[in-house]
């Protein structure tokens, strides 16, 4: 006898089961759901940091610029505080403060400098004006003062009247006098500072006979020009009369400037 096949019979495991998509409900709802809107997000403004940055900026660059540099930087400083204070761009901000403080200290600089420029250049000129003014003039001492060696000079030519006397040597006098006066050079210093192209660029005639007109003492001269070197520079007094005989120094005559020396601290 053959044993009778059994019947096949289908697998008792279960199916998987598919859940239902979360943006439809089954058909035995007979209705279909929607999700609920997002909310969006609303961008911050960022007008007041913008505005502190870009005057910053503008700031940072006329900073050298006295006062205007310093008013563009505090500009700049208040547009970032209230920037920060309203909660806006935090970067900006903080950049903007930032450029305006550093332009708001250049321009204060450059504003005490150029002051204290122009200050200076206004005391310098009336002092100049005053030490000038006030060189003093040699005065006649109580006691004679010994009169140098007679010294050698070209015989004087003889003045023309005053009508007949051409303007440059007229000129060429009353420089010769201002030197004398104020400076207290020698003979020929005078005649080489009139006649100097670097100078008064007078004719030589013109200068002649501006040194052989002017009624000057070279003596006292020398002996103030001495002093100038002993109270200013503390010089020796060998070093003193090489330097008024010197021709690269006052040019003075041997006997003034041992006319010098002999009253130096007389």
Not at 246 to 265: H, V
């Amino acid at each position: 006898m053959t044993t009778p096949e059994q019947p096949v019979t289908p697998s008792q495991e279960p199916s998987p089961v598919v859940p239902p998509s979360p943006t439809h409900v089954s058909a035995a709802q007979g209705a279909t759901a929607t999700l609920p809107p997002q909310p969006s997000v609303a961008s911050k403004p960022m007008g007041l940091a913008l505005a502190a940055l870009l005057v910053g900026i503008g700031a940072f660059l006329f900073g050298l610029i006295p006062v205007f540099g310093a008013l563009v930087g505090i500009t700049a400083i208040v547009f970032g505080f209230l920037a920060i204070r309203k909660q806006q761009s935090k970067g900006m901000a903080v950049t903007g403060i930032v450029l305006g403080s550093v332009a708001l200290i250049v321009s204060v600089g450059a504003t005490i400098g150029l002051g204290a420029v122009v200050n200076n250049a206004s005391d310098t000129r009336p002092a100049t004006a005053q030490s000038a003014a006030a060189e003093p003039e040699p005065t006649a001492s109580a006691d004679p003062i010994a009169t140098p060696d007679p010294v050698e000079t070209q015989a004087a030519p003889t003045p023309p009247p005053a009508a007949a006397v051409p303007v440059e040597y007229r000129s060429a006098l009353t420089k010769a006098a201002s030197y004398s006066k104020l400076m207290h050079m020698s003979k020929v210093g005078i005649y080489d500072q009139l006649t100097s192209e670097y100078g008064e660029q007078f004719t030589p005639e013109a200068a002649q006979y501006a040194v052989d007109t002017l009624q000057a003492d070279y003596g006292a001269n020398a002996l103030e020009k001495a002093k100038s070197y002993q109270q200013t520079m503390s010089m020796s007094p060998a070093a003193i009369r090489e330097q008024l005989v010197s021709p690269y120094g006052e040019k003075f005559t041997a006997a003034e400037a041992d006319y010098a020396i002999a009253n130096l601290n007389g």
